[in-house]
């Protein structure tokens, strides 16, 4: 069951992180803050921590939360099971 939350988290955050990157705002502002290239983001992209670190990322400003819970079709809570998810070992 472990197994089958880690890959719901990891599908949740690849989308948060497709929509984050939609938006070259705040693509550039992810990158800016993690300090990642787009060669470093392509590849950290499936590490758990980076995945995690982008939904941390989004549940900083309730704003993208919301509406990239809107965009994926989920309640914002289920944005930060996903990182929280991610985050267990």
Do not use: K, S, Y
Not at 33 to 56: H, K, S
Not at 62 to 78: I, R, S, V
């Amino acid at each position: 069951m472990r197994t089958e939350q880690t890959n719901d988290g990891e599908t949740v955050a690849l989308g948060a992180l497709a929509w984050v990157l939609a938006d070259e705002v705040r693509a550039e502002r992810l990158l800016a803050l993690t300090g990642l290239t787009p060669d470093g983001l392509r590849a950290r992209i499936g590490d758990r921590d980076f995945l995690a670190g982008v939904l941390r990322f989004i549940e900083n400003h309730e704003p993208d939360l919301l509406a990239c819970a809107d965009a994926l079709g989920l309640p914002p809570l289920a944005l930060v099971a996903a990182r929280q998810a991610l985050e267990t070992i």
